[in-house]
C-alpha cells in the first residue's frame, strides 16, 4: 500500500467520530434513495405485469339476449382479438347480523377456459359448486369468512340465499376488496339461477389486437363500430365502458403513491448530498495543515485532491456496500407489503439496473461531487496560507459590512454575543448546516402538511355528504312510498329523495363516453352540499342545467363552464348546458340535474332512485341501528334496496385508502428527523473542534464552565433556529406543490391545503432539545482536556 | 557569470499584506553552496524573505531567479513542482505528519515527486535517518519523539529528494540548547556537503555557524557579512 494511501486509512482512523458520520449520511442517503427506487421499480413492474397477466378486458359491452354465434361473429371483427362472455350482477353479502355489504358477483359459464380478466385459484375449490361461491382473497377478511362458512346473499328485489366459500381466488385486476369495502365473489350460472336472475349472460368482455391494445382512440372506435353493429343487429346495449388501457383500476391510487416515493428518494438524495457537502467540508478542514505541509514537500494540487477524492471514494464504497443490500431487503419487504395491500403478485423481485446504477451515484458520485468545493478550497490555499490556517475563517473578523452589523450588536451578554460572532465566522459552513437542517426540517414539515391536508380534505368531503345513510334503490319508487316508509322510523330527522339513472355523452360523431351517474336531487337539498369550483350549484328555476363534478370534467371530455352537451338517459337525448363544476372528493363522475327538470324528460312524475337519510344523533352506532330499522321497513313496503352505504362506511372506505399513504409519509418523516440531527450534531462538533484552541485561551484567561457551555450551546440554537425558519419559509410553498401535485394524481383535484402546526412546533422541539444535547456533549469533551493540551489542540 | 554563482537571486522584491508592506525592496543573492543565516527582531520580514526564496508565497513586485527559473511568474502548481525538486523545508515547528510513522514521513516527499526510484526509496529513507540519528524510531509515530528527534526527522524528511537548497524557518527554535547545538551542527555537516542551506534565526549559536548573516529591518536587508572564506 502507497504511503498516500496508508496515511488516509490512518487519518480514517485517527477521526473515527468524523469518518463514521461521513460514512452514516452516505449510508442514509443511498439506503433511503435504494430503497424508495428498488420499491418504486418493482412495485410498478410487477403491478403493471400482475395486471396484464389477467389479460385485461380493453372494453365490454352489457347487452343481453345473446348466445355463442354471436361471440363467434364478434371474435371475427376487425381489430378484436377476442371475446368472452359473462355475467356480472351486484349483490349484497351480509357479513354480521343484518350488516349488508356491496358485493360484486361474477357468474361463468366454464371456469376452466377463462382467458379475459382472469384470477388464479388460490386454495379450496377450484370450480364452485351450485349453491357455492369462490371468494376474492382480500374479500375474506373483508366479510369476516374463511373457507368453509356460509353466508346470506341477496340480489335486488329476490330473497337472500346461503351460499358457502368453498374456495379462494386471486383476482389482480379488481381494486383491492379491503380498499373499497366490497365483496368479490365468484360463482356458477346454476347458481346465480338459484339467487333469482336469469342465467345468461349480461357482458361481452373483448380484448383488441396487439397494435391497438394501448391506444385509447383506437380502442374506442373499435368499441363503438362493435356497438353500432350490435344495434344494426338488433341487440340493445346498454353500457359500454372503456377502462384506461393498461391501468390498474387502483392505478391513480398507486400512481400518488410512486410520485411520493419518487419525490422523497430525491429528497433523500439531496440532503444526504447536503449533508455529505458538510461533513467532508469539515473533514477536510481539519486536515489544511497537512495539506500544507504535503505541498510544502512537493506535493502537487492534482496528488493532494486525488487522495482526498480516494478517501471520499474509499467512504462511499464502504457505505455502499452496507446500504445496497438493506435497501434490497427493505425494499423487498416493502414490496411484499404493498402487494398485500394493492392485491397484486409479485413474480419477480429483479432489480433493474438503473436502480443500482443511481444508488452507485447516490454513494459514489455525489460525495464527490459535494467534496469538490472543500478539496478545490483547501488545495488551493497556498502553502503560507494553509499553514496559517486557524481552523476559522482566515480573513480578519469586521472585514465585511455584514461582520461589522454582526459586531455592532451589543445589547446581549459578552458570553452570548460571542456565540452570534462565532455562528457567522464559517459563513459557508453555517450555509451549509442550515442547508442541511432546513431540507430535513422543510421535508418533515410538507409531510406531515401533506398528511393533514389529506385529512382535511377527506373531511371537506365527509362535510359535503351531510347525510348519515343513503339507500339506492333497485328500481325507482314514489317518493310518496317512499317517505312514508321510511319516515317513520324512528331516530331519522330528515329524508330526501332523489332521482336519476346511468347515463353516457353522446357525442356528434355517434360515440359516448364511459356510463356514469345522473342525480337529480331537488334544488334545495340540504344533505348534498358540494363545494362549487368554477360556474354555480343548481337553481330552483334551472331547467336544462346539468352541474359536473370534477371528475367528470378532468375525464378527457374537456367540458367547460357554458358549454352545451348530450346526455344519453333511459334512451332519451336531452341537451344540457353546463353551469357549474363541483368538487366530489373519491366518488366516480357524476352530473346533477334538477329533480323537476328530470322528471319532466324522463316522464316520471314523483319518482325517487335514491334517499339520503340523516339520523338524529348522527353517531355510528345510531347510524347502525336506524340502518337495520329503515331496511327492514323498506322491505315490508315492498322497497328494494341495491345499494345502502352509510357515512361511516364512506369514511372507512377513504381512510383505508389514505392510510398507505399516511404511514409512508410518517416513515419519510421519521428517517428525515434522522438525517437532520445527524447533521446538526456533526456540524456543532466539528465547530467546537475548530475551536479548540480558543476555547483552551478563554479556560486560560478565566472563563467558567457555565461560560464556554452558554456560548457553544448558545450558538447551536441559534443555527439550528435559522434553519428552522429556512425550513419554514421552504416548507409552505413547497405543501401547496407537493398537496396540489399528489391530490391532482390522487384525487384529480388539489388536496385542500393546510399548514399542520405540529409539523412545525415537532421540529422547532427536535431543534431546540438536539442543539442542547450537542451542544452540552461537544463542550464536555472540550472542557475534558487539560487547557495545554487544547492549547496545541490541531 | 554572476548568474551561475548564485543558487537563487532576488531582485527589487516587494511584498505587501493587506496594504501593509512587509519586505519593502529586497535585492539579494544566495550563492551555491552557502550556508546563510537571516536575522531580525520579529516582524522584521525575515520569515516572509525565506517564504519568496522557498516559493511558498510570492512577491508583490520584484523577481526571483533560480537558474533558468523565474519564480515570480510561476503559477503554484509549476512552483510546487520546482520545490520538491529543489528545496527541502525544515519548519520550526517540525510539522509531521502525526499518522505516519517515522519511515514513512521520509517515504511521502520521495512518493510525491518520484525522484528516487521506487526500489531505491526506503533503503535512502532508512540512511538518512541513520545519519540523523534517529534510525531506531523508523517505526514509530513522531508525536511520541522528543523534540529534537523530531527536528532531525524534519531535517531527513527535507532532504528525502536530496534537493540543492535547504530553508529553514527557526529550526532550533523550540528546542532546549543541547538538542540545538546537534541540529545546528546538522545543518554546517550539510553546507559542507554543498548544500545551500538559507535559515531564519533568533539563535546567536546558529548564526555564529553560518557562512554568512543578513540582517532584516523593517523590510529592508540592515546588514549583509560574510565571514572570509579561510
Partial sequence: ?794 | MEKNLNFISLRHVKKTYSEEPVLKDITVNFPTGEFTAIVGKSGSGKSTLLNMVSGIDRPTSGEILCGENQLHEMNEAKLTAWRGKNVGIVFQFFQLIPTLTVLENILLPMDFCAIVPNSKRTQTAKKLLEKMGVSRYADTLPTLLSGGEQQRVAIARSLANNPPLIIADEPTGNLDSQNAEEIIRLFREMADEGKTIIIVTHSRELSECADRIVSIHDGNIEGDTSKAVG
Fill in chain 1, 1 to 794: 500500500m502507497g504511503i498516500r494511501f496508508k496515511k488516509i486509512a490512518k487519518d480514517f482512523l485517527l477521526n473515527m467520530s468524523r469518518t463514521f458520520l461521513v460514512i452514516l449520511a452516505i449510508f442514509l442517503g443511498v439506503f433511503g434513495t435504494g430503497m424508495l427506487l428498488n420499491l418504486l421499480s418493482i412495485t410498478q413492474r410487477e403491478m403493471d405485469n400482475s395486471y396484464m397477466e389477467t389479460n385485461p378486458s380493453s372494453f365490454s359491452i352489457r347487452v343481453s339476449g345473446y348466445d355463442n354465434e354471436l361471440i363467434a361473429n364478434l371474435s371475427a371483427m376487425e381489430g378484436i382479438e377476442m371475446v368472452e362472455a359473462r355475467r356480472t350482477v351486484r349483490a349484497r353479502t351480509e357479513v354480521a347480523a343484518n350488516v349488508w355489504l356491496t358485493s360484486y358477483l361474477f357468474a361463468i359459464d366454464d371456469f376452466e377456459s377463462v382467458r379475459i380478466d382472469k384470477f388464479n385459484h388460490v386454495e379450496g375449490a377450484a370450480l364452485p359448486g351450485f349453491g357455492k361461491v369462490l371468494f376474492e382473497q382480500e374479500a375474506l377478511s373483508v366479510a369476516d369468512v374463511t373457507q368453509g362458512d356460509t353466508l346470506n346473499v341477496k340480489i335486488s328485489l329476490n330473497d337472500p340465499q346461503e351460499l358457502q366459500v368453498t374456495g379462494v381466488v386471486h383476482a389482480p385486476g379488481l381494486k383491492p376488496a379491503w380498499m373499497e369495502s366490497v365483496v368479490y365473489g365468484y360463482i356458477s350460472k346454476e347458481t346465480l339461477d338459484m339467487l333469482g336472475i336469469p342465467a345468461e349472460n349480461n357482458d361481452l368482455l373483448f380484448v383488441v389486437s396487439d397494435e391497438i391494445r394501448f391506444d385509447k382512440e383506437g380502442i374506442s372506435e373499435t368499441a363503438f363500430t362493435v356497438r353500432d353493429w350490435l344495434e344494426e343487429s338488433g341487440y340493445t346495449v346498454n353500457r359500454v365502458t372503456i377502462p384506461t388501457p393498461g391501468k390498474h383500476p387502483n392505478g391513480d391510487q398507486t400512481n400518488a403513491l410512486l410520485f411520493l416515493f419518487q419525490l422523497f428518494g430525491v429528497m433523500s438524495l439531496i440532503l444526504s448530498g447536503v449533508l455529505v457537502a458538510n461533513l467532508i467540508s469539515s473533514l477536510l478542514s481539519g486536515q489544511t495543515r497537512q495539506i500544507a505541509i504535503m505541498k510544502a514537500i512537493g506535493a502537487r494540487r492534482g496528488q493532494i485532491a486525488g487522495m482526498y477524492y480516494a478517501m471520499v471514494l474509499i467512504l462511499g464504497t464502504i457505505s455502499l456496500v452496507l446500504a445496497m443490500p438493506l435497501a434490497v431487503m427493505v425494499g423487498k419487504a416493502l414490496v411484499n407489503v404493498c402487494a398485500g395491500m394493492l392485491n397484486f403478485t409479485v413474480a419477480s423481485y429483479n432489480i433493474p439496473w438503473w436502480s443500482y446504477a443511481l444508488q452507485i451515484c447516490a454513494g459514489l458520485l455525489i460525495p464527490a461531487l459535494a467534496a469538490t468545493y472543500p478539496i478545490v478550497k483547501g488545495t488551493k490555499a497556498t502553502v503560507n496560507e494553509a499553514l496559517r490556517d486557524y481552523g476559522v475563517s482566515n480573513k480578519q473578523f469586521d472585514s465585511t459590512r455584514f461582520d461589522k452589523w454582526i459586531g455592532r450588536i451589543k445589547v446581549v451578554k459578552r458570553p452570548v454575543l460571542l456565540s452570534v460572532r462565532n455562528a457567522f465566522r464559517r459563513l459557508g459552513r453555517l450555509l451549509l448546516t442550515v442547508s442541511t437542517l432546513a431540507v430535513g426540517g422543510a421535508i418533515l414539515i410538507v409531510a406531515l402538511n401533506v398528511n393533514a391536508s389529506l385529512s382535511n380534505t377527506v373531511d371537506k368531503a365527509m362535510e359535503a355528504l351531510n347525510y348519515d345513510l343513503q339507500y339506492y334503490f333497485s328500481k325507482s319508487y314514489p317518493e310518496d312510498e317512499i317517505i312514508e316508509a321510511a319516515g317513520g322510523v324512528p331516530g331519522i330527522s330528515k329524508i330526501e329523495c332523489m332521482a336519476g339513472a346511468m347515463a353516457t355523452v353522446a357525442y356528434e360523431d355517434g360515440t359516448e363516453n364511459n356510463p356514469f351517474q345522473l342525480v337529480a336531487p331537488h334544488y334545495d337539498a340540504e344533505t348534498l352540499n358540494l363545494p362549487v369550483i368554477e360556474g354555480r350549484w343548481l337553481n330552483s328555476d334551472d331547467t336544462n342545467a346539468v352541474v359536473l363534478n370534477h371528475k367528470f370534467a378532468d375525464s378527457g371530455s374537456d367540458v367547460r363552464i357554458g358549454d352545451t352537451i348530450t346526455l344519453k338517459v333511459n334512451g332519451i337525448l336531452p341537451e344540457l348546458v353546463v353551469v357549474g363544476i363541483v368538487k366530489e372528493v373519491g366518488g366516480n363522475e357524476k352530473a346533477y340535474v334538477n329533480y323537476d327538470y328530470y322528471q319532466k324528460i324522463s316522464g316520471g312524475d314523483g319518482y325517487a332512485r335514491m334517499i339520503n337519510v340523516v339520523t338524529d344523533e348522527r353517531t355510528s352506532e345510531t347510524q347502525d341501528t336506524v340502518s337495520v330499522l329503515i331496511e327492514e321497513t323498506l322491505k315490508k313496503a315492498g322497497l328494494d334496496v341495491m345499494l345502502k352505504s352509510s357515512f361511516s362506511d364512506v369514511q372507512k372506505v377513504f381512510d383505508n385508502h389514505i392510510g398507505i399513504i399516511a404511514a409512508f409519509l410518517v416513515l419519510a418523516s421519521v428517517l428525515v428527523i434522522v438525517v437532520g440531527i445527524m447533521g446538526l450534531v456533526s456540524s456543532m462538533s466539528m465547530s467546537v473542534m475548530e475551536r479548540m484552541r480558543e476555547i483552551g485561551v478563554m479556560r486560560a484567561t478565566g472563563a467558567k464552565t457555565s461560560d464556554i457551555l452558554l456560548i457553544i450551546i448558545f450558538e447551536g440554537i441559534l443555527t439550528g433556529l435559522f434553519s428552522w425558519i429556512t425550513a419554514c419559509v421552504l416548507a409552505i410553498p413547497f405543501t401547496y406543490v407537493v398537496g396540489n401535485t399528489f391530490g391532482g394524481i390522487f384525487l384529480q383535484t388539489p388536496l385542500d391545503n393546510v399548514l399542520n402546526p405540529w409539523g412545525f412546533i415537532i421540529w422547532l422541539a427536535v431543534i431546540l432539545i438536539i442543539t442542547t444535547l450537542a451542544g452540552l456533549g461537544t463542550a464536555f469533551k472540550a472542557l475534558d482536556l487539560p487547557v495545554n493540551e487544547v492549547l496545541t489542540y490541531e
